[in-house]
Nanobody
Framework: QVQAVESGGGLVQAGGSLRLSCAASRSNFRIVAMAWYRQAPGKQRELVAA???????NYADSVKGRFTISRENGKNTIYLQMNSLKPEDTAVYYCQLSSDRMFVWGQGTQVTVSS
């Protein structure tokens, strides 16, 4: 079974930065689209950022100008660079990796931003 393995979460003060990563557990999993979602306590899971194989990106209005989604050339790995973090960014972040046949979810990584 293919899994998406996440890392990079943690505790940071407001205004700080974190970089999340997500990689497919199988090297032959060809990523064609990828996305980051987050879910705060008591809230529904929401789309944060997405990128296609062609490089097109989109972001939630709440993170535009602060977050950047990217992928590493030649690797089945994606990243979410989060700058100028705010307490309202506190949530569990999940990556979603898509091949031409399926999509898989990461296990989630906790991001906590203190005020």
């Amino acid at each position: 079974q293919v899994q998406a393995v996440e890392s990079g979460g943690g505790l940071v003060q407001a205004g700080g930065s974190l970089r999340l990563s997500c990689a497919a557990s199988r090297s032959n999993f060809r990523i064609v689209a990828m996305a980051w979602y987050r879910q705060a306590p008591g809230k529904q899971r929401e789309l944060v950022a997405a990128i296609t194989s062609g490089g097109s990106t989109n972001y939630a209005d709440s993170v535009k100008g602060r977050f950047t989604i990217s992928r590493e050339n030649g690797k089945n790995t994606i990243y979410l660079q989060m700058n100028s973090l705010k307490p309202e960014d506190t949530a569990v972040y999940y990556c979603q990796l898509s091949s031409d046949r399926m999509f898989v979810w990461g296990q989630g990584t906790q991001v906590t931003v203190s005020s």
